[in-house]
């Protein structure tokens, strides 16, 4: 889907800003699977791989990124705000969403329901002073929550160890539990997100998870990603891809066969492609102020100048 | 003179015009038959100086940059300029921020870290309250502190350190040994990208089409600086007038937040002077002399005014009168009641919301000064109360049927 994406930013059907999350895939899934549906998830931008576990389709969420009516979010919010029941996004700006999650696992203690709140950010939000704020909060209250931060190793361009005095994010928890897990290894990430989530349900508290990761893409469309790594770093962590690893183990375990395996690469490509055509399909949204007043002003309290059209087709 | 390689468009040129495909047409551009609503055209507006006789007769200037020569920049080329004349006459002057070391995400701080040192121009990590409040400490103890942040939208962290820090150091603590922060000049990219899937004609640049940002890229937060006291708020609407404000910036013995429109960093070139200048802080200019209406705006929007007054004077027949504040807070209230009083007409033009902007106090004032005189309401043509959809900032954003129709509302009532 990341690549699918990939494709129409560089073909211009995509624009504004678009972060990609490939070879951060093993987060997004060992997480999803670890969860149940209720227990809530909360991200920052980097959140396509999120928005689709969460039960946003393929075709709902390129379409979003298009800016097509039938997106995620109506073609409003673009690639950084796409949410989903039990999924809050999807958040602009860095660090800023620590506290909600925060937040919303307080709402699951208050109101007993006994969700886990997973409330991740990266290695340049770590430096948030609301990052802190907010482990201070989730430990005092013993709030139901695993922060989780996904270092892969860039603030956009610059190299965690330029920007972080201490780069063992897991430990910046200080007073929380930590844990740092592979987080190219999907499986691992399933194992350590299922035994954390047994030990925040159980009333144990908060927890600090680092999942150390890497993304192949630049931070966003706009940088090819070169300019602050080397092509030797980039090829040897590509060597290292979740999706290849968990395909390679599989075939040897004897789960299934090379073949079977290249049967279902087959297939996903295929399903990629076929829900990026129909999600290329689906209608603009009207030029109208109609669409960008809907959902804020109250109906008959618009701004007196629109008619359903815009200025210059009624008047001029 | 050639663009050096940009680090933020991958796009590949696929040859292919993109622009005349129905679905472009359909949201992102303007509709086929408008009149009025065209893109700007940068290369031939009348607000920039296109020729450096133009450009080197501007009376603000200093009989040095007068007699000097002018080149041809952008915006991010000039702020660059201010950036590496204040870096080399002032050692006391740095510059820091996310990203700034490498060139900043819009190339303002290019070469600077490189040719000045990395102990005066340096990164910082992802922390906008500890970069402000680090700026203010340190312009406290006499440097002159630039302090970056990468996004207007950004700001919000910092907002404590400059409301109870930045704007009140003076107030607090001006008699105990003349204790002040005013080396402080804090600068964002401010505001959206306009209308339009081009928004510059210059056709060896396809893949420097301008991309849409979304709510958190394209916020103009100006307004609410200027309701604390203590904090000057500058805005430039072109590459010489912001190498001038930022230079007065600098220099200026109070805290100033300086934003830059994101949209002009590429799109606005003109003939800037090469010697360093500074333009008058608090000063509003005239840039277009008329008899029958005022508009007073400020920044990227000065751009649309010019092209709706371009089409209403032509189309009514009347006379209008442009004045850009360039400084939003402490503005120059002279400069703006003088012109309505000879007007009897003003429509204020601004990118961020309506409500509680800057055209709010800019009406008020006018009304309190020019009432009798005033032959009209005070017109606000500004952004609609919601946040900046997607795509839809081309509809949020003043255009120029907007303001051409606030002209006509004016000349009829």
């Not at chain 1, 066969?257 to 279902?264: G, V």
């Not at chain 2, 013995?253 to 002009?264: G, S």
């Not at chain 2, 402490?330 to 204020?348: C, E, F, H, L, Y």
């Not at chain 2, 309506?354 to 009304?367: D, P, R, S």
Request: charged residues 20%; neutral net charge; hydrophobic residues 35%.
């Amino acid at each position: 889907m990341e690549l699918g994406a990939d494709k129409l930013y560089k073909g211009r059907k995509i624009r504004g800003f678009c972060h990609l999350s490939t070879g951060q895939e093993a987060v997004a899934v060992g997480i999803e699977h670890a969860i149940s549906k209720e227990d809530r998830l909360i991200t920052a931008y980097r959140s396509h791989g999120f928005t689709h576990m969460r039960g946003g389709t393929i075709r709902s969420i390129i379409g979003e990124l298009l800016g097509r009516r039938d997106g995620i979010a109506h073609g409003k919010g673009g690639s950084m705000h796409m949410y989903s029941k039990s999924f809050y996004g999807g958040n602009g700006i860095v660090g800023a969403n620590v506290p909600l999650g925060t937040g919303i696992a307080f709402a699951q203690q208050y109101g007993e329901t006994g969700n886990v709140t997973i409330n991740l950010y990266g290695d340049g939000a770590a430096n948030q002073g609301q990052v802190h704020e907010s482990f201070n909060m989730a430990k005092l209250w013993n709030l139901p929550v695993i922060f989780g931060c996904e270092n892969n190793k860039y603030g956009m361009g610059t190299s965690a160890d330029r920007a972080s005095a201490m780069t063992e994010y897991y430990k910046r928890g200080h007073y929380i539990p930590g844990l740092r897990v592979d987080g190219m290894d999907v499986l691992a990430v399933f194992a350590e997100v299922k035994y954390g989530r047994d030990f925040v349900k159980k009333g144990n508290g908060p927890l600090v998870y680092e999942y150390v990761t890497y993304r192949y893409a630049g931070h966003s469309m706009s940088d090819p990603g070169i300019a602050y790594r080397s092509r030797e770093e980039l090829q040897k962590n590509r060597a290292n891809d979740p999706l290849t690893n968990l395909k390679m183990r599989l075939v040897d375990w004897g789960i299934m066969t090379e073949d079977e395996a290249k049967a279902i690469e087959k297939e996903v490509k295929r399903i990629i492609n076929e829900e990026v055509k129909q999600a290329e399909q689906m209608p603009a949204p009207e030029a109208t102020l109609d669409i960008l007043f809907e959902d804020i002003y109250v109906p008959g309290s618009e701004p007196a100048q629109r008619r359903g059209r815009t200025v210059d087709e009624t008047r001029y | 003179m050639t663009r050096p390689p940009l680090h933020h468009h991958l796009v590949v040129n696929t040859g292919k015009c993109l622009y005349n495909s129905a679905l472009y047409r359909a949201y992102s551009s303007h509709p086929p038959s408008a009149r009025l609503n065209v893109p700007i055209d940068y290369a031939t507006t009348p607000i920039l100086h296109h020729t450096s006789k133009s450009a080197l007769s501007n009376p603000e200037l200093s009989t040095e940059a007068r007699n000097g020569t002018a080149s041809r920049q952008n915006l991010f080329q000039a702020v660059n300029s201010a950036l590496s004349h204040a870096l080399s006459s002032d050692p006391s002057v740095l510059l820091f921020g996310e990203d700034v070391a490498f060139g900043g995400v819009f190339r303002c701080s290019m070469n600077l870290a490189s040719e000045f040192g990395s102990d005066r121009v340096f990164n910082t990590p992802l922390s906008e309250q500890g970069i402000v409040g680090f700026a203010i400490g340190a312009a406290m103890e006499g440097a002159k502190a630039i302090a970056e942040v990468q996004f207007a939208d950004y700001v919000y962290p910092a907002f404590d350190q400059l409301v109870n820090e930045a704007a009140k150091v003076r107030f607090r603590a001006g008699t105990n040994e003349g204790q002040t922060c005013g080396g402080l000049v804090v600068r964002m990219p401010t505001g959206g990208v306009g209308h339009g899937a081009l928004t510059h004609t210059l056709s060896e640049d396809a893949d420097t089409a301008v991309d849409y940002y979304a709510s958190y890229h394209s916020q103009s937060p100006e307004s609410l600086f200027t309701h604390i006291p203590g904090l000057r708020v500058i805005l430039p609407r072109s590459p010489a007038q912001a190498k001038g404000l930022l230079l007065a910036a600098i220099a200026c013995p109070d805290p100033c937040i300086f934003l830059e429109p994101k949209i002009l960093y590429r799109a606005a070139v003109e003939q800037v002077p090469t010697e360093p200048y500074t333009l008058p802080i608090s000063t509003a200019e005239v840039l277009k002399q008329g008899t029958d209406v005022t508009i007073v705006s400020y920044g990227a929007p000065l751009y649309t005014c010019s092209a709706a007054i371009e089409k209403a004077e032509k189309d009514f027949g009347c006379s209008v009168e442009l004045i850009d504040l360039r400084t939003i807070y402490p503005w120059d209230r002279q400069a703006v009641m003088g012109s309505v009083n000879k007007t009897g007409r003003a429509i204020v033009v601004h990118e961020s919301m309506v409500n509680a902007g800057v055209g709010a106090e800019v009406a008020a004032t006018i009304q309190e000064g020019c009432f009798l005189k005033l032959e009209a309401p005070v017109q606000r043509v500004a952004g609609w109360t919601t946040h900046m959809g997607l795509i839809y900032e081309r509809f949020n954003i003043p255009d120029v049927a907007r303001v051409y129709d606030a002209i006509r509302v004016a000349l009829n009532y």
